[in-house]
């Protein structure tokens, strides 16, 4: 029988091509620039982080995450099958009965690959991926028979050389697409590559549940600042971007993608994968960057990515939302690769668009984003008598006062915030004049020497004074003092100190009962979730307590939480400003209409100012602060003797 | 940040830190009862502006140091009782609570005062020269008086410091007794204080020093001067410059205050706080020139009344601070609005000047279009809350000041409001004021209600004449009619109106009568709209008389207003003329015969003219509501136990069916602008 000597053969063939194939594409990616992991902590780790946290964001969607279980598992289990039964022919009828079984399983969840197929959303990349459930149930099928003999169903030679032949078509090219595509760039790459990336992923601490949102840092000495070409990316960020399985729930989620602006994150990691590999993008099989043709990429792995390969204006779209991050299933870091390109363009080209250069030289000048009088930086606070560090030197709460400070708008914020903090009697004190931007927006434009220099310097100042905690109204601020600041400390670790966003500080103090709140007063309320609080920093509920604390029941929006829609504000996206179809806070705004909201809680200013800037009629806009601030019941100090004995009751 | 800026760099006074560059300049409020106490109404008043984000107020304009210098005419702060103190402190916490600062004017008014009342005192003045507007007349302070006096400066300052006041401004302004020391025309003295320029300074600082030796280094010690007292014979805008820079050399005073022009004359006291004739700041190019020679901040009020001219002014640099006081009678959260981007939201003083004309008769201050304002102690509100009761649908009829004034409480407090104007715009009678000449800013008052009206989501229906049915068909909640009324023309038949012989003084304001060659104006009223009409048809080119039965024509307006008119209609040759009945109206030929009768005399005079202009106030339009009466549940009664205590209607709690009928403003009986949006406040507030 032909396929007696014949199917070792081809199993045997598809391994080492396999193995060929695995060879060659890890040498695109050892092209790119040196990083250190724990590659051997990293593969042991890496079973786990595929089928526990992987599994928990695909999870998300039941009926893709249990196709895939039943697929890839299927899959796993029959390969090493296939390898024993066939390959070793290993006479075992339990093995064959296993592999029976595997390959039903394989086979099913084929079944729900195909018929998710038949009708794919316009996020789904087309092209090969529509072959995939053809290979998978050929490939299960094709062995499923394969093994009925083994397993003693069936006789020995049944079915004569005809079938024989249709299975052998089935085989070859099952093990094409399944084994040896998998290393020469099918769409099974992503099992492949995917695997690998989680073992050697850039940031481990997100495994197990851990979060890591925190840009790394440049090294300033270094010959090209930032990423000029494919391999000037780390080897393993060129090894994320292979992971792609182009679900396009990046695209799905992405707010200038849905703005009609050039950016499509999936696309994105497409094209990086075009620069890796060299190549054009005209087989690219799924939805292009808004108003830019397909076809006309053309990159290489040392050619500069943005002539040619992607218009820098698709680099300028992003918000730095981090949206597309939250839903990729392959846990690729888009933002990051955004901002290493980003990096190339200011540090090395000045090439930041719009009020991107104005932002920056203001930053370098005066310290703040619109080039105010840094001696102004207090005006707003004129008739709020607060201590300042620099006299006090010690309090349990610093306020970080943040850029808002120049803003009529965000000082309402703020002021609201003081009238919170005196009404709870906190202990706390302003930097005043020796408070710097915090250096968000020059990371996020790519200038990470000036966000350095602001991080560095801040972090002098913070380093004069004692306090427990750093209160901000500013998740922007908030992001970087708690996550980014870290590596400019002198310790390499970071301060001494714990960052809360006003609303975790606030809620904190309402359930300690320091504050006490009338009900609010007035219609139906929503929640936007500031990307920097929730999807960077993951706190969701502390807002939400204090609405409920406000005695407000949330018509949530669809997208909130996790998947809450940016408001168009972050990543300097205002400043950098590129045309699109509509804008992002008019999106957001209909978000928040769809639900019959006549006032938005944020707790960001920069929501504020965006939201704010969406045409009237629509709904207010106001910070959680300010809700509580209208709901304080402001109690005249009690006589001593009352509080003592208030004290000794409770 | 915003283009207003430059309003919210804070700038220090002495160790004060001032917020903002808006100041509330003195004023004579005539709220302190009490003997001059700053009371609930008082604190009130000012916590508000506080409130509203207001930098500095410096209160009690002309709060009086010593008992020799009447307060009770006009309610003034009394600072020469330790009594004063712990009233001071009231005031200092409600504002110093929203970040603001408080300090008060100090003065002995000298002169210019009355002395036939309170303690009968002998009104004091270096050179015992009589002052005109108040006709008071006075003795020559003798030495031990001055000494007595400066002393009062000095004790004064020192309560107004233990009261936990930021400081105090020493009125040299307005003819009070400093500059009464340093204008030769009033200070004839040849002793040590007066003759020379340094005699006549001494008394001015003399008080200064005193003062500045009684409360220390640090607490804020300012003065207020003019700029130039507009008379040959009195200070010009040089001699205040050498004034400025010789108080300023001594380094004992913290700011100016520079107002233009004296005021112990009716015709210069019109210039002091400038009514809707003058254009903006008329008088800033003084205060610049004041900041020219003295080091410390200058601060200006005259006339600044929106943001966007404030920002001009100190973006310039002419001055420090700009004084914005009607503006803050108006609207005492202006600042908060500029700061919440709701500019368009300002209820802009339109320089009527009702304030201060009122003050001037020495009855309390209120702002002709914000019944709120200095109310805030009986619970007017200048923000109208939400109601968390009954939404209702209400129906105004009458887009007037009183009706778009119900029309925007109802709407702020929730309600779904449906407005009726017969004409094709909004502005009732207010329209017609506008169109005369000078005073075409009174249309701010109705224009910044139907802006409200409009942001508010009322439903307006203009050119719709309201009747029964509508009313019934719109199946209202409230109806509140406004209408209004109409010009009183047949009160005499013998004047002809019915017969074409003599028509409105609104036929000619409005256009729909041509001017006529030669007009004869008989005007009973002697307000405004008399003088209007004789301003606007002599601007016309008609020859004007302009004839009252009262004691003179414009009689019933302020002593900031008819100057204005006064000014207009003499050099327009308009002839006024006293104490003169219109008996008869009757045609000859193609000419009109007026019969004047004089009230006193009983002689009657003959006038051949070619029109005959009556102003005789108006009659209610009281049809609508007579119809609607009836079926109404409350038969068109207001409770006015409720009404004045500014409490709800009590019908509003009661339970029933139909509507409940009010009316309010001239639809009642004629009264004035303020009148009807009081009403419509004071109803609709609690809707």
Redesign the interface.
Known sequence: MILDWLLPVLISASLVLALAGAFKRASLWRAGQPESVNLLAGLMAMPRRYLVDLHHVVERDKYMSNTHVATAGGFVLSMLLIILVHLFGLESRWLAWALLASSVLMFTGAVFVFRRRLNPPSRLSKGPWMRLPKSLLMFSASFFILTLPAAGILPEAFGGWVLALILLVGVAWGLSELVFGMTWGGPMKHAFAGALHLAFHRRPERFNGGRSTGLKPVDLQARVLGVEKPTDFKWNQLLGFDACVQCGKCEAVCPAYAAGQPLNPKKLIQDMVIGLAGGTDAKFAGSPYPGIELGHAVGGPSQTITEGLVNSDTLWSCTTCRACVEECPMMIEHVDAIVDMRRFLTMEKGNTPNKGAEVLENLIATDNP?G?DPG?RM??A???NLPLMADVKEAEVLFWVSDGA????S??ILRAFVKVLKAAGVDFAVLGDEERDSGDVARRLGDDATFQSLAKRNIAVLNKYRFKRIVTTDPHAFHVLKNEYGDFYPNGKGGDYEVLHHTTFINELVQQGRLQLDAF??GTVTYHDPCYLGRYNGEYDSPRDLLKALGIELAEMERSGFRSRCCGGGGGAPITDIPGERRIADMRMEDARAVGAELVAVGCQQCTAMLEGVVEPRPVIKDIVELVSEALIERAPAPKAARVAEELMS | ??Q?DVL???LKINQL????RVVSTAHAEVYATDGGMTTDRYVKYYEEKAKGGCGLCICGGSSVVSIDSPQSWWSSVNLSTDRIIPHFQNLADAVHK???KIMIQITHMGRRSRWDGENWVNLMSPSGIREPVHRATCKTIEEEDIWRVIGDFAKAAVRAKEGGLDGVELSAVHQHMIDQFWSPRVNKRTDKWGGTFENRMRFGMEVLKAVREAVGREFAVGMRITGDEFHPDGLNHEDMKQIAAYYDATGLLDFFGVVGSGCDTHNTLANVIPNMSYPPEPFLHLAAGIKEVVKVPVIHAQNIKDPNQAKRILEAGYVDFVGMTRAHIADPHFIAKV???QVDQIRQCVGANYCIDRQYMGLDVLCIQNAATSREYTGMPHIIE?T?GTKRKVVVVGGGPGGLEAARVAAERGHAVTLIERADELGGQVTIAARAPQRDQMAGITRWLAMEVERLGVEVRLGTTANADMIKDLKADVVILATGGRPFMEQNPHWGAAEGLSVSSWDVINGTVEPGKSVLIYDTICEFTGMSAADYLSSKGSLVELVTDDIKPGVGIGGTTFPTYYRSLYEKEVIMTSDMLLEKVYREGDKLVAVLENEYTGAQEERVVDQVVIENGTRPNEELYYELKDASRNKGQIDNETLFAGQAQPILSEPGEGMILWRLGDCVSQRNIHAAIYDALRLCKDL
Not at chain 1, 406 to 409: L, S, V
Not at chain 2, 17 to 20: A, E, S
């Open positions: 619109n105010f102004g005006n707003w004129a008739d709020q120049f803003d009529m708008r000082q309402r007063k007035g | 940040m915003s207003y919210f760099q804070p830190t001032i917020r903002n929203h970040g603001g700061k919440a981007n939400k968390t």
